[in-house]
């Protein structure tokens, strides 16, 4: 029998998966986030092992046991460094291969070859995979270069309008109370703005960039109350409907796997985006994912040899979801 | 004759003066970035005592000798620190002044005691000045809440209008070639997006935030000529006029001191929101200045009770002019 240890490396947590060529799960655990660009390379390699051995012990088995390791993750030229390092010290002796967190999104979704993938979460990205490979990317180059629509994207702009607001500079929006709530800056609006500018700059600036991304879901919060709000999460929409129609679809029924911590919980984000694409002439299947962890399985599976259709897709999906309900 | 010490810290330069009472100059040395956020105490009180210890030789004074001594800088709190270790280690035993750089833009424009300032380098921010004191400030919070039309600023808007370009998710524009230039990434077009992408990646986040504003002079080249490069100037004059209207001038005839390396240097963008103010009220007039030094010098004098009127402030603006031309 053949023993896979398949890692899925997102930015806000790192899940590690032990099963066989039939897709059949002994061990699953979650650690930290794992990308490299975010986290460094060291603490990548901390939470990797982590979560390796966390699966290998509810599997009963061990390191030198594991024939196909696969860990899927943005950065891989950083990443490589991290996850291997994190596995030698672990014992894994297997030869590990480095996989596109984006195609991991993808092959969650179907087990096709064709089609394309959205991700929005931390950052934002849309890829094209032809013949099970990626044949084009969109955005998805970091905070500072697009990722628009991403939750770093949708907290900036929130921060910047709460800023704006406290001036009298912006509009007044509900985001500025929120905001200073969450941020946990103390003292009400009475205590004066440069008081509150003080510490929102002490607290959002002590925050390793892109980290204000964890106030992005205030934005969806007030998205049909308040004007700003509104506007923001409009724009994030319209954004990531653009980065996937700068992509050719492979064919016209090819499936759009839609799916990062933002798309996949931002019901009504996700309605929007879809409706964008129908306008601008996407017409295949728009199928949500909640992360790549699976795909990362397929992608570990295909490497050794296995051939993943849609029986063993739908076995490994199966599989995952019973061990994610036990732990 | 009492011995004045005068620095003014910029982002980008550093500059220190040795006067007397009278404003006369008789030493003046330019050092490296002050900005305590962007550049850290400990090269803040390394560029200081660089700065000062070469003013005081060229004027033949030794540290001990400074009776009067004042750093115009932002970020006052953490400066202190940085600009009073810098001064002790040269030897400096007078008891150091921190004033604020934007109070130190105004005096330079003028001997009045009221008025406004505008500033847009690195940064950008806006103050309202009463009997000499700062009333109230609008944005300059740093380049991850606003600082809306400062080189960061501009220059954030410009390496993601070239991203997009290059992902064919946004518009083409003419500072796609020239940042590319700029930022040293080898291989014309024809080498493909994610060639050019992959080396635009490793070069802009290796600069410490907020140093990509040295990039912004690309949006003013290709301003007139290019779409793109002409709505992210057309932004910046709007950002930095709603910055001033956001507060109340003094009078009707309080002057409005602009300047900052991007406001001073670009007379297309001044002349913009000078317009966008008379269409937005603002009456008083607007008068550019290079940078804050000659006010450091004017508030160390104040601070230590001489009374800077017209005639005085004219002289020492001379003769700072007088030591530059000759440096």
Excluded at 165 to 171: E, F, Q, S
Excluded at 267 to 281: I, K, N
Aim: aromatic share 4%.
């Amino acid at each position: 029998m053949t023993l896979f240890l398949t890692i899925d490396a997102g930015g806000t947590s790192t899940r590690a998966l032990v099963h066989d060529s039939d897709g059949a799960c002994t061990g699953y655990a979650v650690a930290g986030g794992g990308n490299p660009t975010a986290s460094g390379v060291e603490s990548v390699a901390n939470v990797m092992r982590s979560a390796a051995d966390d699966a290998l012990q509810q599997a009963g088995a061990q390191p030198g046991d594991v024939d196909c390791a696969l860990a899927a993750m943005a950065g891989s030229a950083v990443g490589l460094t991290g996850v291997e390092r994190g596995l030698q010290q672990l014992g894994v002796s297997a030869p590990l291969r480095i996989g596109s967190d984006l195609e991991a999104m993808f092959f969650t979704g179907t087990p096709q070859l064709d089609g394309a993938a959205l991700v929005s979460g931390t950052g934002a990205a849309a890829i094209v995979v032809q013949d099970g490979v990626t044949k084009a990317r969109s955005d998805g180059r970091g905070w500072l270069l697009g990722d628009v629509g991403s939750g770093y994207w949708i907290a900036h702009r929130v921060v910047r309008a709460v800023t704006a607001d406290l001036d009298a500079r912006g509009p007044r929006t509900a985001l500025t109370d929120a905001l200073l709530h969450a941020a946990g800056v103390t003292g009400g609006r009475s205590a004066g703005k440069d008081v509150l500018l003080d510490q929102l700059v002490s607290i959002l600036y002590a925050i390793p960039t892109p980290g204000i991304a964890r106030f992005a879901p205030l934005a969806f919060e007030f998205a049909d109350s308040d004007l700003v709000a509104g506007e923001i999460i409009a724009g994030a929409a319209e954004g990531l409907a653009e980065t996937v129609l700068a992509l050719h679809a492979p064919s016209d029924d090819a499936p759009l796997i839609v799916g990062g911590s933002i798309l996949f919980h931002q019901d009504g984000l996700r309605a929007d985006v879809a409706q964008l694409l129908r306008d601008g002439g996407w017409t295949g299947d728009i199928l949500p994912v909640p992360d790549g962890t699976l795909g990362a399985v397929v992608m570990n599976l295909r490497v050794a040899g296995v051939e993943v259709d849609a029986a063993l897709h739908g076995q490994a999906r199966k599989s995952l979801s019973v061990i994610r309900s036990r732990n």
